[in-house]
């Protein structure tokens, strides 16, 4: 009977108590963590490194120089073909927010030029040519920048760089007006549901104007990505880093907005303070976009769904014994 009682008493014994088991799964959880982090700067490392080069920054602040000469020009027209489809009250309504949303600060100044330019005829004109003139100066040093990073040793001609550039243009400015007329009629809606000027129609209008700005944002990326540079690149390898590019974006215009007052360009550059703060957002765009580019073109941004299969099948073979369980400091798979 002591036998008995000896043998059954003794997987109680054995059993580890609660405290030691959570500290033991908050253990594996830290090191699979620290696995995961270090997997991680690994494949950002070369990406990362990037951005220190010379050239990164020469391309950066040459496509920075340009937008802010193409902002105006660009939005501009946006607006005059969206009063073709929509009334202007509403298509300058939701541009402003666009504006507000988007820019760092001046959204009050940039919104009076854009609703006083909007009925020049002169200034239609002088926006196109302007489109034409700095939407080469945007995306050459773009070109350039992302034929370096894929790989591709020639560039295209001047003519050429025109061509893309201007077809690019065209392409995100379409969807510019395709998310314009989309936010209009989502916000005509909201107006519907939620009438008035209170806190939650306004914020019915943010959620809509959110909702369709940024699928926009993406796919802007992924046609830069896809078409600026002089070679062939599939399309799936590219959506990735678009899709990362604009998540990256939203985080990067909130963190800036926090971070701008304590720059505080007035104190430096006075009634220069906008187009410098301008020049800083746009650089700092530019660096951003460089750094999704080298993302797409070193293979870290992928698609985690389409390498589902292979973690599946790796899990399979670890609980059948067929594999020996990866080293801690091995990166994962991708």
């Known amino acids: 009977m002591l036998t008995c009682m000896g043998s059954s008493t003794t997987p109680a014994a054995d059993a580890p108590s609660p405290a030691r088991s ?3 799964r908050w253990r594996h959880r ?7 982090i270090r997997a991680t700067g690994k494949l950002l490392g070369p990406s990362a490194q990037f951005l220190a080069t010379t050239e990164a920054h020469t391309y950066a602040y040459s496509v920075s120089a340009n937008l802010l000469l193409a902002f105006l020009p660009f939005m501009l027209l946006m607006v005059w073909v969206s009063r073709h489809i929509s009334r ?6 939701v541009v402003g927010q666009f504006v507000r949303a988007y820019l760092p600060s001046g959204s009050s100044v940039i919104i009076g030029d854009i609703t006083f330019l909007a009925s020049q ?15 080469t100066g945007v995306f050459l040093p773009l070109e350039v920048a992302l034929n370096g990073i894929w790989g591709f040793k020639k560039n295209r001609s001047y003519l050429g760089n025109q061509v893309v550039s201007l077809a690019v243009v065209a392409i995100c400015g379409a969807l510019g007006v395709l ?10 809606g909201v107006d519907w549901i939620a009438p008035g000027n209170g806190w939650l129609p306004n914020l019915l209008d943010f959620v809509v104007l959110k909702f369709f700005a940024f699928p926009a944002a993406i796919l802007g990326f992924f046609f830069i990505y896809w078409l600026l540079p002089n070679g062939k690149i599939s399309p799936e390898r590219v959506f990735p880093a678009a899709l990362y590019a604009g998540v990256l974006a939203e985080i990067f215009q909130t963190v800036f907005r926090w971070i701008l007052p304590l720059l505080d360009f007035s104190r430096v550059y006075a009634s220069l303070a906008l187009p410098v703060t301008l020049l800083v957002w746009g650089y700092s765009g530019a660096l ?10 070193r293979g870290v941004a992928r698609l985690p ?4 299969r292979q973690h599946v099948a790796h899990a399979t073979r670890h609980l059948r014994g067929g594999a020996e369980p990866p080293d801690a400091g091995a990166p994962p798979p991708l």
């Open 179 to 188: 998310s314009i007329q989309l936010a209009v009629l989502g916000q005509r």
């Open 22 to 24: 959570a500290n033991t």
């Open 305 to 308: 769904h389409l390498h589902l």
């Open 30 to 36: 830290w090191r699979e963590t620290w696995r995961l």
């Open 88 to 93: 202007l009250t509403f298509v300058l309504s």
């Open 121 to 135: 005829q002169t200034a239609r004109i002088f926006s196109v040519v302007m489109l034409a003139i700095t939407s």
């Open 288 to 297: 951003l976009l460089l750094f999704g580019a080298t993302l797409s073109a």
